[in-house]
């Protein structure tokens, strides 16, 4: 049987060619490199056509397909996760295979054209890398690639059309995915097989070059240098499942979102380097760090064969090789040290993480992701927009907890109320406590801190009885119950007896409430703000829509602008900022 | 080319090695190929969510001439990723002259194309491998390709007004009704 298979094909003298080429001096650990590059390939690519089979490239199901791949899909982290962190391993292995040979001196006569092989596949992996970066189609991806691709467009003469055939178009979008995705699952991978299959014939051709002096007799490359391969395979797979397990996968950041500036944006860390230092290219000189000094390091790398026939030749390749790895090292390491020292940028990736968690807690929700993308999901989440909307709308005179929503100090003096809680019984008693009315949590920072209401708190509930006292308390509960907070459903419930004999106090003559206040009924004569409904959904909506209405304030408004009549804000983005004032959001623990 | 001496078998076998080195080869070649696989797999642990009853149309859309009018079925679908309001398939339903409603789905049980109603000939008619079937469903042809007549469905009239089916699949190509699930 195999006799017969052998006859026909020749397989062992192929398998015996593979297996018995000659090492000189025997197998050593040094010459492992080569063949853990092979493997992780490998992995690329079976872990690649498996993840093609469930992703789809399109600007409303990138980001999605990944979604599902890594959080609902059987297993499906563990496949991305090993795709991901091999991409990652890869990249270390080829700076590690490219010292070897040049240490070794594999890299001089006949070797050139091997070495250019292996330079040109250097680079194809990178790109792979690049590539494969925004696929996800996640925030980290969309702006970091971007920033990639714009670098195109400095390119002399043909870079603004270059850019638009890499990206597909003028702008980002479905045709930027579908050639990235041509890119790295279809011609990428073509070119590195074929390049691979030339390096390997290349490599048999002129045989390994023995680090000298050599030691030890020659042996064959079965078994000990196979052993010694294996189980280098072996450690850089245990160093990819380490990584794997210990991320549950891959990282996945927030879906794309053109609207959502993403300061956190940083290219994959293995291209860090070059972007440190772009910095230092002031104004138009741009084109000298991001395309002349790499394209002229890259030449003098690629004669590093010619380069290395002269007497000195071999150490000067030595000494531009180190220079280039430490000038990397330090680049990135000043990259690294720069961004921990930015708290625009340490904020940026705290939110990011908040988004990326954020989005997937709504996309698991019973609503599911609209056919309309992810990104939708966050656009429309209160309490993704609504401490944005509050820090840039409201902040300048209002508080949130004494900051400003998104948890950032504010300069402006606070001459308005601090919202956090606005609703509630805690909040209500202390509007109605004598010691905390005019205080700038309430009405301290604005003209109503000499108002009526402010007085009746200072003199005449100061005086109240310990009855009266118990009868303010159910007032309370009655006026806090008109916003139908969420997080007071099962007070309100409980309390249903206090609330009721509280809307009856209310309009009694102790309390007073309704003397200015319209309470549960239409009053014309009503001078303050309707508490009829207060601070629910509506009530809250209509007050940032205009709070001039005579149902509000009236003439007696006090700076505060009419968001919705002076068209400020829509009404969506209204309904956010009062959705999230009010704690009115998706929790997976709320649903059912 | 240069040349190198040929290199002999060993001389002395190291068992260790060429056993070790098939054996993490094997295993650490299985890892990717494993992962891979349980997502492949993956469509295998899912389930269909359709059977549950969906409103189609209202009674007086469906004149009762007893003559099959086909409408689209729109309902919640989960397509992996996706929740959203979109058709999950199609229905003929008919009205009896004495009220009755009866609903059929528009797939074809022989091999699942879409089939037409031909006013004409009063027949079902299936045009990729023209099975034929009566107005009612079943099959009109002993010749017909298809093994059972047209799949019924539930129907339910709720309200005296509005018509509810419970839309299902059914596996093609068998003799019997088996619900896709």
Same mark, same amino acid.
């Given at each position: 049987m195999f006799g017969w298979l052998d006859h026909r094909t020749g397989y062992k003298k192929l398998l015996h060619e593979v297996l018995f080429e000659n090492i000189p001096g025997g197998s050593r650990w040094r010459y492992v490199w080569g063949s853990t590059l092979t493997f992780g390939l490998v992995i690329?690519?079976?872990?690649?056509?498996?993840l093609w089979m469930a992703y789809s490239p399109s600007?409303?199901?990138?980001?999605?397909?990944?979604?599902?791949?890594?959080?609902?899909?059987?297993?499906?982290?563990?496949?991305?996760?090993?795709?991901?962190?091999? %991409?990652?391993?890869? #990249? !270390? @292995?080829?700076?590690?295979?490219?010292?070897?040979?040049?240490?070794?001196?594999?890299?001089?006569? /006949?070797?050139?054209?091997n070495f250019w092989f292996g330079m040109i596949l250097l680079q194809l992996i990178l790109a792979l890398s690049l590539t494969g970066y925004l696929l996800p189609w996640d925030q980290k991806g969309y702006w970091a690639t971007k920033v990639a691709t714009s670098i195109l467009a400095i390119v002399p003469f043909v870079g603004e059309d270059l850019q638009k055939l890499v990206i597909g178009g003028p702008d980002y979008g479905h045709h930027t995915l579908t050639r990235f995705f041509a890119l790295h699952a279809g011609v990428l991978p073509g070119l590195t097989v074929a390049l691979i299959v030339g390096h390997i014939y290349l490599f048999r051709r002129h045989g390994i070059t023995p680090k000298e002096p050599v030691k030890k007799p020659d042996a064959a490359f079965w078994p000990d240098q196979v052993?010694?391969?294996?189980?280098?395979?072996? %450690?850089?797979?245990? #160093? !990819? @499942?380490?990584?794997?397990?210990?991320?549950?996968?891959?990282?996945?950041?927030?879906?794309?979102? /053109?609207?959502?500036?993403f300061s956190a944006a940083r290219p994959d860390w293995y291209f860090l380097s070059l972007f440190q230092f772009l910095k230092y290219f002031p104004g138009t000189t741009e084109i000298w760090g991001a395309i002349i000094i790499p394209g002229l390091v890259m030449t003098v790398v690629m004669l590093m064969p010619f380069l290395g026939k002269w007497q000195l030749g071999h150490r000067f390749n030595l000494g531009l090789l180190y220079s280039i790895l430490a000038g990397s090292g330090l680049?990135?390491?000043?990259?690294?040290?720069?961004?921990?020292?930015?708290?625009?940028?340490?904020?940026?990736?705290?939110?990011?993480?908040?988004?990326a968690a954020?989005?997937?807690?709504?996309?698991?929700?019973?609503?599911?992701?609209?056919?309309?993308?992810?990104?939708?999901?966050?656009?429309?989440?209160?309490?993704?927009?609504?401490?944005? @909307?509050?820090?840039?709308?409201?902040?300048?005179?209002?508080?949130?907890?004494?900051?400003?929503?998104?948890?950032v100090e504010v300069k402006d003096?606070?001459?308005?109320?601090?919202?956090?809680?606005?609703?509630?019984?805690?909040?209500?008693?202390?509007?109605?406590?004598?010691?905390?009315?005019?205080?700038?949590?309430?009405?301290?920072?604005?003209?109503?801190?000499?108002?009526?209401?402010?007085?009746?708190?200072?003199?005449?509930v100061r005086e109240f009885t310990p009855e009266q006292k118990g009868q303010l308390v159910k007032v309370i509960k009655a006026v806090s119950a008109e916003a139908q907070l969420l997080s007071q459903k099962e007070l309100d419930t409980n309390d249903a007896a206090d609330i009721d004999e509280g809307r009856k106090l209310a309009t009694g003559e102790t309390m007073r409430c309704t003397e200015c206040h319209a309470f549960r009924k239409?009053?014309?004569?009503?001078?303050?703000?309707?508490?009829?409904?207060?601070?629910?959904?509506?009530?809250?909506?209509?007050?940032?829509?205009?709070?001039?209405h005579e149902r509000?304030?009236?003439?007696r408004n006090d700076r505060m602008p009419a968001f919705g009549e002076d068209q400020v804000l829509d009404a969506k983005q209204i309904g956010l900022i009062a959705d999230w004032l009010r704690g009115d959001w998706y929790e997976p623990t709320k649903a059912k | 080319m240069q040349q190198h001496p040929d290199p002999k078998d060993p001389a002395r076998r190291n068992f260790f090695a060429e056993g070790a080195s098939v054996v993490i080869g094997g295993v650490i070649s299985l890892v990717p190929v494993v992962a891979g696989a349980r997502v492949l797999l993956d469509p295998l642990r899912r389930k269909s969510k359709a059977g549950a009853a969906t409103r189609v149309t209202s009674l007086d859309a469906l004149p009762p001439d007893g003559v099959p009018r086909k409408f689209p079925v729109i309902a919640t679908r989960i397509d992996a990723w996706n929740k959203s309001t979109a058709p999950i398939g199609a229905v003929y339903l008919r009205r009896s002259p004495e009220g009755v409603v009866t609903a059929l789905n528009v797939v074809c049980p022989h091999a699942g194309c879409f089939v037409d109603y031909v006013a004409e000939k009063s027949s079902y008619l299936c045009p990729c491998h023209n099975s034929t079937f009566k107005p009612d469903g079943a099959v009109s042809d002993a010749k017909s390709p298809s093994a059972r007549a047209l799949d019924s469905l539930e129907v339910e009239v709720r309200g005296g007004k509005e018509i509810w089916v419970k839309f299902q699949n059914f596996r093609a190509g068998h003799a019997e009704k088996i619900p896709c699930t």
């Open positions: 690329q690519f079976i872990t690649g056509i498996f600007s409303q199901t990138a980001w999605e397909s990944v979604y599902y791949i890594q959080e609902e899909m059987a297993g499906g982290w563990l496949l991305r996760g090993l795709h991901h962190w091999t %991409a990652q391993v890869m #990249t !270390v @292995l080829l700076i590690l295979h490219l010292m070897q040979v040049v240490i070794d001196g594999a890299y001089k006569a /006949p070797r050139e054209v052993f010694k391969d294996a189980v280098a395979c072996m %450690a850089v797979l245990a #160093t !990819v @499942l380490f990584f794997v397990i210990r991320h549950h996968g891959a990282e996945l950041a927030g879906p794309a979102d /053109p609207s959502e500036p680049l990135t390491y000043l990259a690294l040290k720069e961004d921990n020292k930015n708290p625009m940028y340490l904020a940026a990736v705290k939110e990011a993480e908040q988004n954020r989005v997937k807690v709504l996309a698991k929700a019973p609503a599911g992701i609209p056919l309309t993308g992810a990104a939708a999901l966050l656009r429309d989440d209160p309490l993704t927009q609504g401490p944005k @909307l509050f820090s840039k709308n409201c902040a300048s005179c209002h508080r949130f907890g004494g900051h400003d929503g998104t948890g003096a606070q001459t308005a109320a601090d919202l956090q809680g606005f609703g509630s019984r805690a909040w209500l008693a202390g509007l109605l406590n004598p010691d905390k009315v005019d205080s700038i949590h309430y009405f301290g920072g604005t003209k109503f801190k000499a108002g009526k209401m402010a007085k009746f708190v200072k003199n005449t239409a009053d014309d004569t009503a001078i303050a703000p309707d508490l009829t409904g207060w601070a629910s959904r509506a009530w809250l909506t209509d007050l940032i829509h205009n709070p001039k509000f304030y009236g003439k | -």
